[in-house]
């Protein structure tokens, strides 16, 4: 989970960059003939364009939802021209989106997939990301696409429910406490008056910016808006399964996630996608029937080095995982 109170890294520094390269194993000497790479999670395209430059014959798919990113995107890859396929899409509709551009189920070499929020989202008021500078709660990754914004869910929902959501995507143990709150004052339409309303009713023990150590009594409830404004752990699910049916045999799927939920989720499908049966370990005979699909590529999560967490403080919460689908 991100500090939005500390500063970002630049909004175009790719986190675990040469790790992404490694996993993925797209470095000129090692990818095959032309290969097929999906960026479901383009941004501003830094991870892209490095994958461009050790690819040499590569053609890549990047995906967004945030139209905003996919301009800087366009710009930063400009250079290599019919290489980059750039499409406003959700990464979850890779499936749909590629076929007419020549990625196509089955076939592609590499997916990446860099979750959640950028410093570009942090850095800009007006998108209601983050509290370090006062805007609109809106929250969303796609604006053009209409649904709730975090206004929406905060002045409608019942503290019951704004409760659930608090602890279920940002595990926030102060759930309740803060959801009464927030009824309380309604109505609430600014990240700043949000903070501060979290941050008044946050017991006093859990310490925090600003006047303490420690997260700041927002971030949990900031993240778990915008997960469930965004739907975010949903695509994830339901994306798993597409991203191995879109590999190769070889093929690698690479994901950076940046907390606790996104990480198990990512830890617990490798795991049962790697093994073949599923049964009980009691059960003398397998009836499930399960193949395994992935190889594991990371047992552990890589993490950011000392280095490159001084340089760029989004990459001290990164967990990148790899896997390689089987023939």
Do not use: W
Request: proline fraction near 8%; include cysteine; glycine fraction near 10%.
């Amino acid at each position: 989970m991100a500090d939005q109170s500390q500063p970002p890294g630049h909004p175009h520094t790719p986190v675990l960059l040469d790790a992404v390269l490694d996993g993925l194993d797209v470095r000129e000497a090692a990818a095959p003939p032309e290969p097929h790479i999906i960026d479901g999670t383009l941004g501003a395209g830094g991870h892209a364009s490095a994958i461009l430059r050790v690819a040499l014959t590569a053609r890549l798919l990047g995906l967004d939802r945030d139209p905003r990113s996919l301009d800087a995107a366009r710009a930063r890859l400009a250079e290599f021209g019919e290489r980059a396929v750039l499409v406003h899409a959700s990464y979850e509709d890779m499936a749909d989106v590629g076929p007419p551009y020549g990625f196509h189920p089955g076939r592609i070499d590499g997916i990446l997939l860099d979750l959640g929020l950028s410093s570009m989202h942090v850095d800009e008021p007006a998108r209601g990301f983050a509290f370090r500078h006062d805007g609109p709660l809106d929250m969303r990754f796609d604006p053009t696409a209409g649904g709730p914004t975090a206004a929406d869910l905060i002045n409608t929902l019942d503290a019951d429910s704004l409760a659930d959501i608090l602890f279920r995507y940002g595990e926030e143990p102060d759930s309740r406490r803060i959801a009464r709150a927030i009824v309380a004052a309604r109505p609430l339409h600014t990240t700043g008056v949000l903070a501060k309303v979290i941050a008044d009713a946050a017991r006093p023990s859990r310490g925090g910016k600003p006047g303490g150590r420690g997260i700041h009594p927002a971030t949990r409830t900031f993240q778990a808006l915008r997960i469930a404004v965004n739907d975010e752990l949903g695509i994830l699910e339901r994306t798993l399964p597409i991203a191995v049916g879109m590999l190769r045999p070889g093929g690698r799927l690479a994901i950076i996630s940046f907390h606790s939920l996104e990480d198990r989720m990512v830890k617990d499908f490798f795991r049962t996608e790697s093994t073949d049966c599923l049964c009980p370990p009691r059960q003398p005979v397998c009836t499930c029937g399960h193949k395994a699909s992935l190889r594991l590529i990371t047992r552990k999560p890589i993490r950011a080095d000392e280095a490159e967490m001084a340089a760029n403080p989004r990459s001290r919460s990164a967990r990148l995982r790899v896997a390689e689908r089987l023939g």
